[in-house]
């Protein structure tokens, strides 16, 4: 049973999580978080929170349709409501995450995927999914640990190819190419600014490359 059940969900259409979608709260506190995301009229939800002792707090069983998600689409899939699980982690944006949060996330996600059969290629940020009209979780998230643990993907040095071509095999839904470069930077590059540069093309290359390896090998063990 959840720890503070939500009353925002559903059922899931006929789908079945295969994405895990994270979020940061972009609210004071876990309390303020909490409330809202048990709030009937707010018609919001996620499966999980992070409040910031790391305290890790059931909201959504996972085999519902929590509502966090919202428009967007990742490798051509629409509907991620339907097909992923939701972790709020309280934060306002403006800050890194606590170790406490991040350690407690780590462990999250390893039960998660495993219960799910999720690879670390499905693991992505609201802002992958919705390039433009979300940035969570935001610039101060610590994708690289999350790589180095084996529960995300995270680029290193690849062929300075065209971009949109990488970031369409990453799974980025259509935009503009500044939004869609803005995403790919919040998630991969968050220093960089200004006009696309070798070093987001080479970044990127990467990331298409691990993504199309880590689909290969999950299409294959399935």
Same mark, same amino acid.
Not at 59 to 81: T, Y
Not at 116 to 125: K, R
Not at 140 to 165: M, V, Y
């Given at each position: 049973?959840?720890?503070?059940p ?7 259409? #006929? ?13 004071? *506190? @876990?309390?303020?978080?909490?409330? $809202?995301?048990? *709030? ?5 939800? /996620?499966? +999980?929170? !992070? ?6 707090? /059931? ?7 929590? +509502?966090?998600? #919202?428009?967007?689409? %990742?490798?051509?899939?629409?509907? !991620?409501?339907? $097909? ?7 934060n306002? #944006? =403006? ?20 219960? %799910? ?15 433009? $009209? ?5 610039p101060?998230?610590? +994708? ?7 529960? @995300?993907?995270?680029?290193? *040095?690849?062929? *300075?190819?065209?971009?949109? &071509?990488?970031? =369409?095999?990453? #799974?980025?839904?259509?935009? =503009?190419? &500044?939004?869609?470069? @803005? ?7 968050? %220093? ?5 540069? &070798? ?5 990127a /290359?990467?990331? /298409? ?14």
């Amino acid at each position: 049973m959840p720890d503070f059940p939500s009353p925002n969900f559903a059922d899931r259409r #006929g789908q079945t999580p295969e994405l895990i979608v994270l979020h940061y709260t972009g609210m004071a *506190d @876990a309390a303020s978080a909490r409330t $809202r995301l048990c *709030d009937p009229t707010a018609e919001v939800s /996620a499966h +999980w929170l !992070i409040d910031e002792q790391g305290g890790a707090e /059931a909201l959504v069983p996972e085999e519902m349709r929590a +509502w966090h998600a #919202g428009a967007g689409s %990742w490798q051509g899939r629409e509907d !991620i409501n339907s $097909r992923s699980i939701g972790i709020e982690i309280a934060n306002p #944006g =403006d800050r890194p995450f606590t170790a406490r949060q991040m350690d407690a996330l780590t462990d999250l996600l390893r039960q998660i995927m495993v219960r %799910w059969h999720i690879g670390p290629e499905a693991v992505i940020g609201h802002s992958d999914m919705a390039p433009g $009209r979300k940035i969570d979780p935001g610039p101060h998230f610590d +994708w690289a640990r999350l790589a180095r643990e084996g529960l @995300a993907l995270a680029p290193s *040095d690849g062929d *300075d190819l065209p971009i949109t &071509e990488s970031l =369409d095999q990453i #799974g980025y839904p259509a935009a =503009d190419p &500044e939004t869609r470069l @803005a995403a790919f930077r919040l998630r991969c590059r968050p %220093w960089a600014y200004g006009p696309e540069t &070798e070093d987001d093309r080479r970044a990127a /290359a990467s990331f /298409a490359s691990k993504t199309r390896r880590m689909r290969s090998e999950t299409t294959e063990t399935s």
